[in-house]
């Protein structure tokens, strides 16, 4: 089974981006360990990290008949982006959404997404963890059979 982690605006700078908000793990970091975890699972991971909206709606679309799942930190297009939120829910595939930081804790401006009323459900608050729960999240539903 094939899985995409895609990384949104802002988290190529992770690792030096507000540390004391995000961490020192540097994005190279959490793919690595997306890649030996999602393996150690039976998956085929690939990552991609995009600035731009249209592009990360690009790569939703292209996940469609390649990839089993998704893992979408889509930083802060989460809280304005209808156009991401309606792209997952135009390809039938799993999207389990993930943050680093514990958006609901924050301010209230990150308490909304957009991502969470298309996606399985939502990881957030536990760092660079946040992407290996979010591993487990996929294959457990996976299993399941879920769409
Ligand atoms: C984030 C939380 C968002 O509010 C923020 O805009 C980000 C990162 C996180 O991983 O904690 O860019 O998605």
């Known amino acids: 089974q094939k899985a995409l982690i895609l990384n949104g605006p802002n988290l190529n700078l ?3 981006r507000q540390p004391e908000v995000y ?6 970091m959490v793919e690595d360990l997306c890649q ?4 150690s699972l039976g998956f085929d991971v690939s990552c ?7 592009a990360l709606i ?4 292209a996940a469609k008949g390649v990839h089993d ?16 939120m309606d792209a997952i829910a ?16 924050r301010e209230a401006f990150r308490h909304k997404s957009y991502i ?15 992407y290996v729960l979010a591993l487990d999240a996929l294959s457990a539903h996976l299993k399941r059979g879920g769409v």
């Open 14 to 16: 992770l690792g030096t």
């Open 23 to 28: 961490g020192s793990t540097t994005l190279k």
């Open 36 to 39: 030996s975890h999602g393996a």
């Open 48 to 54: 991609l990290q995009s600035n731009h909206e249209g």
């Open 58 to 61: 690009d790569a939703i679309h």
């Open 69 to 84: 799942g998704i893992v979408l930190n889509a930083g802060a297009y989460t809280h304005t982006s209808i156009a991401l």
């Open 90 to 105: 135009s390809v039938e595939l799993p999207v389990i959404e993930v943050h680093l930081s514990n958006i609901h804790a």
């Open 116 to 130: 969470s009323k298309v996606a399985v459900g939502q990881i957030s608050g536990f760092g660079a963890q946040s």
